[in-house]
Nanobody, 127 residues
Framework: QVQLVESGGGLVQAGGSLRLSCAAS????????LGWFRQAPGKEREFVAA????????LYADSVKGRSTISRDNAKNTVYLQVNSLKPEDTAVYYC????????????????????WGQGTQVTVSS
């Protein structure tokens, strides 16, 4: 079983930056892709970014493209999400998720494609 623990959330002013971390443990050898999702109050959980565990393929939602970078450190079993130029609409609980099978780009956008989830970390952007 893969366990995921997010950290790095907090309160930041609009225009600022945050780096979220997702530490994976357990069956990390089985991970194929790690993704970040977020959920704002009253809204559905939405895809933010994803990265393959062993390759270099990355995927971003349009809402964060150009101001976010997803990266990984396999030696530390950790994936990072750097978000710059934060906006109040970025306020949400950010979740890390993992899947142990290859999927199409379309499938990676869906929460149902991920079998493992962290507990989430709150990001609040003040205006």
């Amino acid at each position: 079983q893969v366990q995921l623990v997010e950290s790095g959330g907090g309160l930041v002013q609009a225009g600022g930056s945050l780096r979220l971390s997702c530490a994976a443990s357990g069956g990390t050898f089985s991970i194929y892709t790690l993704g970040w999702f977020r959920q704002a109050p009253g809204k559905e959980r939405e895809f933010v970014a994803a990265i393959t565990w062993r390759g270099s393929t990355t995927l971003y939602a349009d809402s964060v493209k150009g101001r976010s970078t997803i990266s990984r450190d396999n030696a530390k079993n950790t994936v990072y999400l750097q978000v710059n130029s934060l906006k109040p609409e970025d306020t949400a609980v950010y979740y890390c998720a993992a899947t142990n099978r290859p999927d199409s780009v379309l499938m990676l956008l869906r929460t149902t494609s991920y079998a493992y989830w962290g507990q989430g970390t709150q990001v609040t952007v003040s205006s």
